[in-house]
């Protein structure tokens, strides 16, 4: 009997229950495109953490600010001609460590034995200057202010002064980065893929092998094979690596003691890249490196997306504040809705449930037969919202509009003040990087547990309305509509 009503009065009041199932629908539509962008934000903000941080990495150990580095330590070059004052050719490489601080190699082991650390391993930020070209009999030195080196090739003329002759000469500048070859799974580098060639083998410690970023390579036609020459050592280009967000951590990546040798940083390194045994647990595993570890300074995945800005910054707050309240005020009004709605249709059906009741139908089941129309809507507004969610969350992957976020860049050491990055985890990131990010918006099946929850809930709310309503019904109720 109850179905079989049930199934003749929604019949009967289509326009009624569509009504009611499309507020239901649209507020929670609107839920699901909302929490689809939300996830599809975080998994853009994750894509540019990854070229900073490395695949697998959940924080980063740096030395801490020093006050000690200055413009002391900043580079200076010395030329002269030769003693019989014709032009001559001149070349000299600089190898850097970037920010000048770095840890003890031994703390890489202390971090790794620190509770919660599931793994560590370092690495050594270098910036290479090579200065080439001819120079008449004079001397030239590079100025106090160290300045206007430009990165990449090319002809550049820095600040610095020319005594007794002229120069005509080219600044290349490119990073280098030291990596741990015994373990490929943490690090920059595992932020790129091998796209030619192989990567390093771990039995290549100190060996002279190079891997080249693919943007670096394509501009000095470098190739599996090549060569590549730094302060006078020769290496071989053993691959080429593709940066997954197409921004690179480094030029070149080199192995640790290769590193070492060329900045004359014998067990030192700049970066420890931790991974943490439980991800839930990033915060206690921070701590206590903090506390246990002395002058260092630990920066989190969290602590490095507060520096991420951009449009993909600026649409996530957006996804996380305005959409999150607006779904929340849409789907509250699609319940209040709902409910008066269910009990406006119950006021107007006052004779029949009056004559129900008058035939020997308790208040009880008059009751259990409202709420189970509202919950039929609720269901039936649950399916629609999931289908029009499902549309919406599809069209914006189609889409797939582009965000770009913005990395401000530092100098010396980057958020951890030391390091030598101008990010942890990002060699040779000293200066704001721009990536270009294409939003999407997964589903995941807790979001259409969610829609399915909320549908359910949505018909309880308006049953519970228009139950109410139906169990204040009495018997001369019907008579007084029929008068």
Same mark, same amino acid.
């Given at each position: 009997?109850?179905?079989?009503?049930?199934?003749?009065?929604?019949?009967?009041?289509?326009?009624?229950?569509?009504?009611?199932?499309?507020?239901?629908?649209?507020?929670?539509?609107?839920?699901?495109?909302?929490?689809?962008?939300?996830?599809?934000?975080?998994?853009?903000?994750?894509?540019?953490?990854?070229?900073?941080?490395?695949?697998?990495?959940?924080?980063?150990?740096?030395?801490?600010?020093?006050?000690?580095?200055?413009?002391?330590?900043?580079?200076?070059?010395?030329?002269?001609?030769?003693?019989?004052?014709?032009?001559?050719?001149?070349?000299?490489?600089?190898?850097?460590?970037?920010?000048?601080?770095?840890?003890?190699?031994?703390?890489?082991?202390?971090?790794?034995?620190?509770?919660?650390?599931?793994?560590?391993?370092?690495?050594?930020?270098?910036?290479?200057?090579?200065?080439?070209?001819?120079?008449?009999?004079?001397?030239?030195?590079?100025?106090?202010?160290?300045?206007?080196?430009?990165?990449?090739?090319?002809?550049?003329?820095?600040?610095?002064?020319?005594?007794?002759?002229?120069?005509?000469?080219?600044?290349?500048?490119?990073?280098?980065?030291?990596?741990?070859?015994?373990?490929?799974?943490?690090?920059?580098?595992?932020?790129?893929?091998?796209?030619?060639?192989?990567?390093?083998?771990?039995?290549?410690?100190?060996?002279?092998?190079?891997?080249?970023?693919?943007?670096?390579?394509?501009?000095?036609?470098?190739?599996?094979?090549?060569?590549?020459?730094?302060?006078?050592?020769?290496?071989?280009?053993?691959?080429?690596?593709?940066?997954?967000?197409?921004?690179?951590?480094?030029?070149?990546?080199?192995?640790?003691?290769?590193?070492?040798?060329?900045?004359?940083?014998?067990?030192?390194?700049?970066?420890?890249?931790?991974?943490?045994?439980?991800?839930?647990?990033?915060?206690?595993?921070?701590?206590?490196?903090?506390?246990?570890?002395?002058?260092?300074?630990?920066?989190?995945?969290?602590?490095?997306?507060?520096?991420?800005?951009?449009?993909?910054?600026?649409?996530?707050?957006?996804?996380?504040?305005?959409?999150?309240?607006?779904?929340?005020?849409?789907?509250?009004?699609?319940?209040?809705?709902?409910?008066?709605?269910?009990?406006?249709?119950?006021?107007?059906?006052?004779?029949?449930?009056?004559?129900?009741?008058?035939?020997?139908?308790?208040?009880?089941?008059?009751?259990?037969?409202? #709420? %189970?129309?509202?919950?039929?809507? =609720? @269901?039936? !507004? &649950?399916?629609?919202?999931?289908?029009? +969610?499902?549309? *919406?969350?599809?069209?914006?992957?189609?889409?797939?509009?582009?965000?770009?976020?913005? #990395? %401000?860049?530092?100098?010396?050491? =980057? @958020?951890? !003040? &030391?390091?030598?990055?101008?990010?942890? +985890?990002?060699? *040779?990131?000293?200066?704001?990087?721009?990536?270009?990010?294409?939003?999407?918006?997964? #589903?995941?099946?807790?979001?259409?547990?969610?829609?399915? !929850?909320?549908?359910?809930?949505?018909?309880?709310?308006?049953?519970?309305?228009?139950?109410?309503?139906?169990?204040?019904?009495?018997?001369?109720?019907?008579?007084?509509?029929?008068?």
């Amino acid at each position: 009997m109850f179905f079989t009503y049930l199934r003749r009065e929604l019949r009967r009041r289509r326009k009624a229950a569509l009504v009611v199932a499309s507020g239901l629908a649209l507020g929670i539509a609107l839920v699901i495109v909302v929490d689809s962008v939300s996830t599809g934000m975080g998994k853009a903000q994750d894509k540019v953490l990854q070229s900073l941080y490395g695949l697998g990495t959940d924080m980063t150990v740096t030395k801490a600010a020093s006050a000690s580095t200055g413009d002391a330590q900043r580079p200076r070059f010395r030329f002269d001609a030769q003693n019989n004052g014709d032009d001559s050719t001149q070349s000299t490489d600089r190898v850097m460590v970037q920010g000048f601080q770095t840890l003890s190699a031994s703390t890489v082991a202390k971090v790794g034995s620190q509770s919660g650390v599931s793994d560590a391993v370092g690495g050594l930020s270098l910036q290479v200057l090579k200065v080439s070209g001819q120079f008449t009999r004079g001397q030239f030195q590079q100025s106090e202010s160290g300045g206007g080196f430009q990165r990449g090739g090319g002809t550049g003329r820095p600040q610095g002064e020319v005594k007794g002759g002229g120069a005509d000469f080219d600044v290349n500048n490119y990073s280098v980065y030291g990596t741990d070859v015994t373990k490929p799974g943490l690090g920059p580098l595992t932020s790129s893929k091998i796209t030619s060639g192989r990567t390093f083998k771990a039995t290549e410690t100190d060996a002279k092998v190079v891997v080249a970023d693919s943007a670096y390579a394509k501009e000095k036609k470098y190739k599996a094979g090549s060569t590549v020459t730094i302060k006078g050592v020769t290496f071989t280009v053993i691959g080429i690596a593709t940066a997954d967000s197409g921004d690179s951590a480094a030029d070149l990546y080199i192995p640790l003691k290769q590193a070492q040798t060329l900045a004359d940083a014998k067990d030192k390194v700049t970066t420890i890249y931790v991974k943490a045994a439980d991800s839930k647990k990033i915060d206690n595993v921070k701590s206590a490196i903090q506390k246990n570890v002395s002058g260092t300074t630990v920066t989190t995945s969290a602590d490095l997306a507060d520096t991420v800005s951009g449009s993909l910054s600026t649409a996530s707050s957006l996804a996380a504040d305005v959409g999150t309240w607006l779904s929340l005020a849409v789907l509250v009004a699609a319940f209040l809705v709902a409910g008066l709605l269910t009990s406006s249709a119950v006021s107007r059906r006052v004779r029949e449930f009056g004559t129900l009741k008058a035939l020997g139908w308790r208040s009880g089941r008059v009751t259990r037969q409202v #709420v %189970g129309e509202a919950m039929v809507n =609720g @269901l039936v !507004g &649950g399916a629609l919202g999931i289908a029009l +969610g499902l549309a *919406g969350a599809y069209v914006v992957t189609a889409i797939g509009p582009g965000l770009q976020a913005q #990395v %401000g860049g530092g100098t010396g050491g =980057g @958020l951890g !003040g &030391g390091g030598g990055a101008g990010f942890p +985890g990002g060699p *040779g990131r000293r200066t704001a990087k721009t990536l270009e990010v294409a939003l999407t918006a997964p #589903v995941s099946v807790t979001t259409i547990v969610l829609a399915v !929850g909320l549908a359910v809930a949505g018909g309880l709310i308006a049953g519970a309305f228009g139950g109410w309503r139906a169990s204040r019904l009495r018997p001369a109720d019907a008579l007084r509509r029929v008068e």
